[in-house]
């Protein structure tokens, strides 16, 4: 079945520096779309990327999905505590009425 | 506008019990998801409901059904409890099935 992978797993930064994660999925996706889970919260909706190559920015974030439509990254510019939290990345496979998978996500702590 | 509902907020069973989760969806939204979280891991998907069918089903066994209502809300029954059930039941909504999802608070599912 299709696995999506986030590396790192955990990444520790200071504050004001910049911070990366780096999603792969084993099968081309449909779109894939981030969120963002905070400690004791449920995931919420960061953003969809749909088209092959596609970058878009949300302020401090940047999004970006690959040419091959197989994997995407996530940069935040100068971190701040408020970013802490898990990010994910998920999308469902090509095709109709297929399965949103999950990332293994990147837990992000930003310290002050 | 209410976003996303799901009640109970937490529930404790003891192996063998069953359980109903119960889930409403944005205003506007026709599709309904559910996950299991477990502590530390990212969303497993169970299954997807659009037009009242189950759409897509994760790696659950048949312990896990659910239903999607007229009015799009939704439920997940889950029978026999074990304790590796245990986990936080999220429910996510959106405007057909491949688009971003918007998600509940959760459930806490403990059991005993």
């Known amino acids: 079945g299709q696995q999506v992978m986030q590396i790192p797993q955990y990444q520790h930064v200071q504050e004001g520096e910049d911070f990366t994660t780096y999603c792969n999925s084993s099968t081309t996706l449909s779109n894939i779309q981030w969120y963002k889970q905070r400690p004791g919260g449920h995931p919420v909706f960061l953003i969809q990327l749909v088209k092959s190559g596609e970058v878009k920015k949300q302020k401090r974030l940047t999004f970006q999905f690959g040419e091959a439509k197989k994997n995407s990254s996530l940069h935040i510019t100068a971190t701040q505590t408020t970013d802490v939290g898990t990010y994910f990345c998920?999308?469902?496979?090509?095709?109709?009425?297929?399965?949103?998978?999950f990332g293994t996500g990147t837990k992000l702590q930003v310290i002050p | 506008d209410a976003g996303v509902t799901q009640s109970p907020t937490h529930l404790i069973k003891t192996r063998g019990q069953q359980v109903t989760l119960r889930c409403s969806p944005k205003s506007g939204h026709d599709t309904v998801s559910w996950y299991q979280q477990a502590l530390g891991q990212g969303p497993q998907f169970i299954f997807q409901y659009y037009e009242e069918e189950e759409r897509q089903r994760g790696n659950f066994p048949d312990r896990f059904s659910g239903h999607q209502f007229p009015n799009y809300s939704s439920e997940l029954n889950v029978n026999a409890l074990l304790l590796g059930d245990s986990a936080l039941y999220l429910c996510?909504?959106?405007?057909?099935?491949?688009?971003?999802?918007?998600f509940g608070p959760g459930t806490r599912l403990t059991v005993l």
């Open positions: 996510a909504s959106s405007q057909g099935t491949d688009n971003e999802q918007f």
């Open positions: 998920a999308g469902p496979g090509s095709g109709g009425y297929q399965k949103v998978t």
